[in-house]
């Protein structure tokens, strides 16, 4: 391991690249985690309704599903997909977007989410070089994609990585300070809870109605556990800013429904992970400005 990380010191050519295929790799599990996390959380949820309940699960599934079984296979004629099919983007560019078997049309998203995952790290590591923060803001950056995807299919942003990566910001900043100071990341994920809770609450009481998911708060406490408390008004400011261009756009050009709810998620993790990179340039440049 030593040598790896002495050559990522000596060719950082050799280091971006290997991050960028790391990224490519983790993006193809990323797939597999956006797809199927939702599904088994709605076979637990079930579950539990019905043992609850006392009532017969009906719909109980004997079919094992999870992360690793059963393996990547075509959602059209159920053709396992080899190692050789399943190299990230190559194998999608090489097979034409089509299965081997059936020849339906895979979903380009998959190999964009490859793209977008590896692309990501890149710049991460780039901009962090070969640290310890860039270690972990790999992990933050799969994290973020992962819930940004899963809450435009799903209007969800699952507690199985959102509330484990708050507790890992404020184990990394307490051991390493790794982002902020334990003092910051604590204040970050109280008040990045407690902000978007208490948007939520005078929404209801005016309007009656439900303007905003629990998750989200989670989410940017999730937030402000890794990056610190100071963050947390550019994170809103920045979300809040490109959701409401996107919201704009989509109900002017795309006819978009007023009353179908627009995720946040997305817009908080793309704010989060913007913050991380360059926040603290732009909140100095903005005091510059006004001072």
Request: proline share 4%; with cysteine; hydrophobic share 50%.
């Amino acid at each position: 391991m030593s040598l790896i990380i002495e050559a990522f010191y000596i060719s950082p050519i050799f280091y971006l690249l290997t991050i960028f295929i790391l990224g490519l790799i983790v993006g193809s599990f990323l797939n597999v985690v956006i797809l199927r996390l939702p599904i088994m959380m709605e076979r637990d949820w079930k579950i539990q309704c019905c043992e609850l309940l006392e009532l017969e699960n009906k719909d109980e599934q004997t079919t094992t599903l999870n992360l690793i079984k059963p393996g990547s296979h075509c959602p059209s004629c159920g053709h396992k997909i080899s190692a050789l099919e399943n190299i990230p983007v190559i194998s999608y560019l090489l097979l034409k977007g089509k299965c081997k078997q059936c020849k339906n049309k895979i979903s380009i998203r998959y190999p964009l989410i490859e793209f977008i995952s590896g692309i990501s790290v890149f710049i991460v590591a780039y901009f962090f070089g070969v640290t310890v923060q860039a270690l972990f803001a790999f992990l933050l950056t799969w994290a973020l994609i992962t819930l940004s995807l899963i809450d435009l299919d799903h209007q969800l942003l699952p507690d199985d990585i959102t509330l484990p990566f708050l507790w890992l910001g404020l184990l990394i900043n307490y051991q390493f300070n790794v982002f902020t100071s334990l003092e910051s990341s604590l204040l970050g994920a109280v008040f990045g809870y407690l902000s978007l809770w208490s948007v939520y609450i005078v929404f209801k009481l005016l309007t009656k109605k439900e303007g905003m998911g629990h998750g989200d708060f989670k989410l940017l406490a999730m937030l402000g556990a890794w990056l610190g408390w100071e963050f947390l008004p550019l994170i809103i400011i920045l979300s809040s800013f490109v959701g409401a261009l996107v919201g704009i756009g989509m109900i002017i050009f795309r006819s978009h429904d007023k009353s179908v709810p627009i995720p946040f998620g997305p817009y908080l993790a793309i704010a989060g992970w913007v913050s991380m990179l360059w926040g603290s340039y732009m909140i100095s440049s903005y005091l510059n400005f006004v001072l």
